[in-house]
């Protein structure tokens, strides 16, 4: 069982566009971690969100987590090549558990 | 700080041999994660270690794998016999001992048993 579903799996854009990745679920989450992936690496934290509607912003990324805690939105904006990955986001549940989304696979075309 | 180090970085066996990953966390973590990753089923947490004690083994997925962390500098993930439906990535990461704090992962082990 998934608990945490992101959408969409795979997008393939041109640079500038701008894009939202989304991650929802039905359970309530104490935090939400956004993560990127690059080919032959290890995930890398992009932000932590902990309250219901809190927004994030690095740099053209900007994050939100829902009022109620069960979803959580990416938006890039000006999308870069550089922004290239796999994205996955992964809610809190305890002190240390984490509900990982499946990922989004991210391509940005010059 | 090197990070999360891992070895090996890549490793093909084949069936029924063993089958040996190893894990250095981040000096001054106090919590360890095995985790392993697929195209099909994504991330999965294997085990949690938090001071070198084993948590939460429900994602071993079988007696095939046992992981130990003999003390807060190493841990070993071992399968025993690998089967083919073992071939994964397989990441190690480390955290500090607060709660929500951030996952530092190694570059993972590609596993593959033909």
């Known amino acids: 069982t998934q608990l945490l579903e992101q959408s969409p799996q795979f997008l393939s854009i041109q640079e500038g566009e701008n894009l939202t990745v989304y991650c929802n679920s039905s359970?309530?989450?104490?935090?939400l971690q956004w993560y990127r992936q690059e080919p032959g690496e290890g995930p890398v934290l992009l932000v932590t969100?902990?309250?219901g509607g809190e927004v994030k912003k690095l740099k053209r990324l900007t994050f939100q987590f829902g009022d109620a805690r069960k979803d959580s939105s990416l938006h890039i904006t000006a999308a870069q090549p550089g922004d290239t990955g796999l994205y996955l986001c992964?809610?809190?549940?305890?002190?240390?558990?984490?509900?990982w989304g499946a990922g989004t696979k991210l391509i940005i075309k010059p | 700080d090197a990070g999360v180090i891992q070895s090996p970085r890549h490793e093909v066996t084949e069936m029924g041999q063993e089958v040996t990953l190893r894990c250095k966390p981040i000096?001054?973590?106090?919590?360890l994660f095995w985790y392993r990753q697929t195209m099909m089923r994504g991330l999965e947490l294997l085990i949690y270690f938090n001071n070198n004690v084993p948590i939460d083994d429900s994602g071993m997925p079988e007696d095939r794998f046992s992981a130990k962390m003999p003390n807060a500098s190493f841990s070993t993930l071992k399968i025993q016999p690998s089967e083919p439906r073992d071939s994964a990535v397989y990441f190690c990461?480390?955290?500090?001992?607060?709660?929500?704090?951030?996952?530092?992962f190694g570059p993972g082990t590609r596993l593959t048993v033909l």
């Open positions: 990461a480390s955290r500090p001992g607060l709660a929500g704090a951030e996952q530092f």
């Open positions: 992964a809610g809190g549940r305890s002190n240390y558990q984490l509900i």
């Open positions: 969100v902990v309250t």
């Open positions: 359970s309530v989450f104490s935090s």
């Open positions: 000096s001054g973590h106090n919590s």
